[in-house]
Antibody, heavy 117, light 111 residues
Framework: EVQLVQSGAEVKKPGESLKISCKGS????????IGWVRQMPGKGLEWMGI????????RYSPSFQGQVTISADKSISTAYLQWSSLKASDTAMYYC??????????WGQGTLVTVSS | QSALTQPASVSGSPGQSITISCTGT?????????VSWYQQHPGKAPKLMIY???NRPSGVPDRFSGSKSGNTASLTISGLQAEDEADYYC???????????FGTGTKVTVL
């Protein structure tokens, strides 16, 4: 069974750094792209970026380029999304999703990030 | 890359059929048969309901169906049930620098 399990909810202050994770199981982790999707409170889905764990090829949405860093450790089947300096506007639910043939098929349960002073 | 356009809300009574549209361009919806639909209940992760325009993953009820004409894809829910009340998002492969794009989302209400 394909599963993506994300790390738990985080509460941070503006300016702090953060790295959240997404662990894949039940499939060949290095053979599928993993994407990150933001959902701000009460809003829709926004694609942030995507990584191919097999060779760490990474692409970013222009809206998120330079704002976040996506990485992966294939030895432990885990993808990451990180911020160096959080802002209040980063408060959102973040999902990882495996990209099937072309589009997301399996999703993680989500990680809620709250940034507040 | 702009989001695909969906109606903000659609409603129907139990047993009725509803259709949600998803309009893009020839660079995404119209150019490829790679359109997916996702159902999202409040506080839950999105769930794949339709892939490659009209295919249902195992376990998705056959009252959910998808189609496409030109730059517009559609999701039809036949025999609407209370548990179908949720937000629905389309997504399409795109030829732009981003590999895929999401729709704006549609809230389905079962009256």
């Amino acid at each position: 069974e394909v599963q993506l399990v994300q790390s738990g909810a985080e509460v941070k202050k503006p300016g702090e750094s953060l790295k959240i994770s997404c662990k894949g199981s039940g499939y060949s982790f290095t053979s599928y792209w993993i994407g990150w999707v933001r959902q701000m409170p009460g809003k829709g889905l926004e694609w942030m970026g995507i990584i191919y764990p097999g060779d760490s090829d990474t692409r970013y949405s222009p809206s998120f380029q330079g704002q976040v860093t996506i990485s992966a450790d294939k030895s432990i089947s885990t993808a990451y999304l990180q911020w160096s300096s959080l802002k209040a506007s980063d408060t959102a639910m973040y999902y990882c999703a495996r990209r099937g043939m072309t589009l997301p098929d399996y999703w993680g349960q989500g990680t809620l990030v709250t940034v507040s002073s | 890359q702009s989001a695909l356009t969906q109606p903000a809300s659609v409603s129907g009574s139990p047993g009725q059929s509803i259709t949600i549209s998803c309009t893009g361009t020839s660079s995404d919806v119209g150019g490829y048969n790679y359109v997916s639909w996702y159902q999202q209940h409040p506080g839950k992760a999105p769930k794949l309901m339709i892939y490659e325009v009209s295919n249902r993953p195992s376990g998705v009820p056959d009252r959910f169906s998808g189609s496409k004409s030109g730059n517009t894809a559609s999701l039809t829910i036949s025999g609407l049930q209370a548990e179908d009340e949720a937000d629905y998002y389309c997504s399409s492969y795109t030829s732009s620098s981003t590999p895929y794009v999401f729709g704006t989302g549609t809230k389905v209400t079962v009256l």
